[in-house]
């Protein structure tokens, strides 16, 4: 009959989803030996030991806590919470698995300069404790992300090519409030950001600003490529359907730039919406983009 050291034994390291590893913080390169487990499971090839771009080379950047944190520096910040731990770290991280993600709850303890871990569940889907934490950046109406979750984006920049800034309001919005009553305007709002979210790609994120007022923020865009996804944006909103009809509203919007001068949250949208004021002299559906007197 087994003791129960032995149960505890079976059950911590004979499960193949309870991966356990160790490596050393201040060796170069980092290098992790697996002590325990399948780690077939993350899509990781089944062996004992990997160097830490080997491990990296498998995690998805582009995921539900990267388009919070920060998907540039997301290896980076993750590796730098790993390196300041003190006694324990408890995170979530994805993996690539054939053509899907697997989440893992992982737990770290440090020891001096030696680090051993634990891979404690493993996810098929987006765990709970993200979506909630999702919640807290969006917009309750539209779940598009808030303007102090843009704020929070742009204070992550560190490099400003090809990266730009769409500042929205939707053209005759009141008229369709004052038309058929604020619950239509709602329903209209959630529309316009469903149509936003079923366009997801890696380089846009969306904001809600607040009342019919959205913002776009494009990454790895040439000047072209952002007028052009402007023209996109109103001819999509112009299209949008509720209630099994459409109505007789389109989109200003002002183009800005990011660069060294233009990141500060007040500065961009303020430039934002002044060139979306000079998009509505000119006539519904029109953009402005931003030109840098030299």
């Not at 499960?15 to 060796?27: A, L």
Request: hydrophobic share 35%; net charge negative.
């Amino acid at each position: 009959m087994k003791s129960k050291l032995e149960i505890y034994k079976d059950y911590f390291f004979k499960q193949d989803h309870h991966i356990t590893f160790y490596f050393e913080i201040d060796q170069e390169p980092i290098n992790l030996q697996i002590l325990s487990g399948n780690v077939t499971l993350l899509g990781l090839p089944n062996k004992d030991n990997f160097n830490l771009q080997e491990i990296i080379e498998h995690i998805e950047t582009i995921n539900a806590l990267s388009e919070i944190e920060g998907k540039e520096s997301f290896i980076e910040d993750t590796i730098n919470a790993i390196c300041k731990m003190e006694e324990e770290h408890h995170f979530y991280l994805p993996f690539k698995l054939n053509n899907q993600v697997v989440w893992c709850s992982i737990g770290l303890e440090r020891a001096n300069n030696n680090i051993f871990g634990r891979v404690n569940r493993i996810n098929y889907s987006i765990p709970k404790a993200i979506e909630y934490y999702q919640k807290a950046f969006q917009d309750p109406l539209t779940r598009l992300f808030t303007r102090e979750t843009l704020r929070m984006h742009l204070s992550y920049i560190k490099e400003f090519d090809g990266k730009y800034g769409l500042y929205i309001d939707i053209d005759d919005f009141k008229t369709v409030n004052d038309s058929h009553g604020h619950a239509v305007g709602d329903g209209l709002l959630k529309a316009i950001a469903q149509a936003f979210i079923d366009d997801w790609e890696h380089n846009v994120i969306y904001y809600r600003l607040g009342g019919d007022e959205f913002f776009v923020y494009v990454m790895e865009h040439s000047k072209a490529q952002v007028c052009q996804r402007a023209n996109n944006i109103i001819k999509q909103i112009e299209s949008i359907e509720y209630l099994g009809k459409t109505y007789p509203i389109s989109a200003s919007i002002g183009i800005v730039p990011i660069d060294e001068e233009t990141v500060d949250y007040l500065t961009l949208l303020d430039l934002g919406d002044q060139l979306m004021y000079q998009s509505k002299a000119k006539g519904k559906g029109q953009f402005t983009m931003y030109e840098i007197n030299d």
